[in-house]
């Protein structure tokens, strides 16, 4: 990817040139930590190891036996579905569509297992731990629909999981094909491994362009955000925040990159989220949200960095001419220039305001390219993280909830049931 | 809707139960403020009357002449295509499936194209000037496609527009069925009137039971927002806002509100988010977002409200019981009990640290419900907006950007557009 920091100089918060440079010699030592924190297969670290460590023969193989399917499903939640989604909203098509059951809403469930041919459809189901009681619940529901119709489960699903429990012993009883989920990566920093890839696979996205589009990722990776746009990025985005910008907003001009987005939050929001400390990501849409949003953006508070992406190249689809009143400007132009125009408007107009932009540029949106790009956002991330001294690679704070779940529904006394129950409440009906 | 304020008092930020019966008398002021509007037709107050203004049976007999359509097509942007997305997340089928060409991205658009029938669609195209650039261009490039196919398309467009402009005189000369877009009512206040029923009606959804919704939650406005739900919403975050409670996170326990999250965003963001005020709204989903965004929420910085929503009716859908490790406490119960668990976990995981969280329950997500959702956080909006003292209708930021946009495109000569090429620069490759 291209970072252009163009903007951030004379913006409202702002990080000035000087202040840059000083950062950088900060983001020196952070990339030490990291290439240490690589060298030794340290969690988390390990993670900017994925395009070397990745077994990509091994995917393949696994869904080799799955030849044609109908409909893909991926049964996970967060990091475990987050990653797949991403690269199937950008590089798939239509011939095997793709449904995420990542909610427990039995709206949802019904709805999908009515539109999808059960003994058609590939069932990846993704849990490290093989205890995510979102996605085992919902395994457990399509198991069973799969055995109503007929359909013979254990021929249908492809199991990612760590090296032990249930979903491992599952596989091994009933001679599933099952991926390792890799020792050291968080599921927010596990795309470029067996958890993004399996389903990718099955839709066969250019496994091996991805990973080199990492692997170039990782070769660029060195001790200046002035020659490393990964750290760039990351560094910025951190010096903006503890000047004011605490919320991120992360804007693609492209709508195969709008899950991009999505998991970008996830990465932004667990991994920094910490210690009362972190950035909000915001996942916005251009040109949509110029129509939605920019109005907050452009005039409301200076608590934000608006970073701006999109794919140098992009498909034909030229706009018909016209003889309607004050369209003229439009006749004879096309929806990627229109878009393209939008994108330098809708920067302008923010840098107009005197709020700080980040462009993000790729080539187009293909398989190196996403690769890259992705890579390149997880080591902003951990770039951010020591520069802020945050844990990047825990996310403690979500297990007091899943305690309480258990709780009420029935599995032990736990004290945050108690705490649930006895919630204060002013209601006004 | 019914709205719990209970946890916010011990909250940080937060505001005391004193603080909000102060606050109370400046709404029972916003209060009459907004009746004078109402009873004048005041631009933008006036949306509060749709319930009384709206004509039904127009909209029915405009859509009547299209039966059994396989596929409708939304062509708008902003508030003329969420609000009608969001009906029918909440309340559509899969009958006739709503795509929504609210962008002009060449590669989505095209994918559109190559998955409708274009004998069999009904296009409902969407502009209240009738020179939206995305809207027009989307439409020229759809008219001619249908052209292309053999496609008569003036036996396939209705139009919601203007009483004049482009779209309504195309309308006139090609005899298309047209509706009005109401006068004063800004496009994010627009869903209960033609701009979001045309293709509520196509699909089947109970209008009257919409309105009947929404007729009722016009009723309980009252000048305390400890009788009114919407002025208890409105208040409060505002008052959170002023405490620091910068973000708004809008987190609906239930897929198909999730449309609902995107409509609210606009409806905050565009119409509070001025004079460098406003909070930034941001949709969530649960439980989905607990595995991506809980852990900032709770362990982040103290600046966000959350407000978790949901139906207190679901459809069933029983967990198979199961003898694997660790999971016998899902056994036997069911996905909606399991997302309820979690909701009321989630919030109590917050209330321990501290976060202020809004309790919003609905009966179910059905069509009386959600006319009166809808209706409640329009009310809110304003209220919030009354209390800022900002122009809550009004979206002037948005206007530089256009007019860079024409400029770049080679429209006119304008000084937006030399800003825009003279952007200063600084990539990192």
């Known amino acids: 990817m291209q970072v252009d920091l163009g903007t951030v100089f004379d913006a409202t918060p702002g990080v000035t040139r000087d202040g840059l440079e000083r950062l950088d010699e900060r983001v020196t030592t952070a990339h030490e930590r990291i290439e240490q924190g690589r060298r030794n297969n340290e969690p988390g670290y390990t993670a900017l190891n994925l395009p070397d460590t990745v077994d990509i023969t091994r995917i393949h193989d696994a869904v080799a036996s799955f030849d044609d399917p109908t409909a893909i499903l991926i049964i996970g939640i967060g990091g475990s579905a987050l990653g797949a989604a991403t690269l199937v909203n950008a590089l798939g098509d239509d011939t095997a569509p793709v449904y995420v059951l990542d909610n427990v809403d039995p709206a949802s469930i019904s709805r999908v297992l009515e539109s999808i041919p059960l003994s058609e459809t590939v069932v990846n189901v993704v849990s490290r731990s093989g205890t995510t009681a979102e996605t085992l619940a919902n395994f457990l529901v399509v198991r069973d629909a799969m055995t109503e119709a007929g359909v013979d489960w254990t021929d249908r699903t492809i199991v990612t999981t760590g090296t032990d429990g249930n979903l491992r012993q599952l596989a091994d009883s009933e001679s599933l094909p099952a991926l390792s989920v890799p020792e050291g990566v968080p599921g927010r920093f596990s795309v470029l491994s067996t958890v993004g890839l399996v389903v990718a696979a099955l839709q066969g996205i250019a496994l091996t362009d991805l990973m080199t589009g990492a692997t170039d990722a990782a070769a660029e990776l060195s001790g200046s955000l002035f020659e490393t746009p990964a750290y760039a990025y990351g560094a910025t985005t951190y010096a903006l925040a503890t000047r004011g910008a605490r919320t991120n907003v992360m804007m693609p001009y492209a709508e195969n990159l709008e899950t991009f987005a999505e998991w970008f939050a996830q990465l932004w929001a667990e991994s920094l989220g910490k210690d009362h400390r972190g950035q909000t990501p915001v ?19 200076h608590n934000k960095v608006i970073t701006l992406m999109r794919p140098r190249h992009r498909s034909p689809c030229p706009i018909p001419s016209t003889d309607l009143d004050g369209l003229s400007y439009l006749s004879g132009s096309d929806l990627g220039s229109l878009l393209d125009a939008e994108f330098e408007a809708t920067e ?31 080591a902003a991330c951990i770039c951010y993280g020591e520069l802020a001294s945050v844990p990047t690679f825990t996310q403690p704070a979500v297990e007091w909830g899943k305690r309480a779940t258990r709780g009420l529904l029935g599995d032990d006394e736990l004290t945050e049931t108690a705490a649930v129950t006895d919630k204060p409440t002013l209601r006004i009906d």
Chains 1, 2 share one sequence.
């Open 283 to 301: 996942r916005a849409l251009g040109a949509t949200d110029q129509h939605s949003q920019l109005q907050l953006y452009r005039a409301g508070p």
């Open 348 to 378: 302008a107009s923010l840098v107009d305001a005197d709020i700080p932009t980040i462009r993000v540029e790729i080539d187009a949106v293909d398989a190196q390219s996403l690769g890259a790009l992705l890579y390149e956002f997880e």
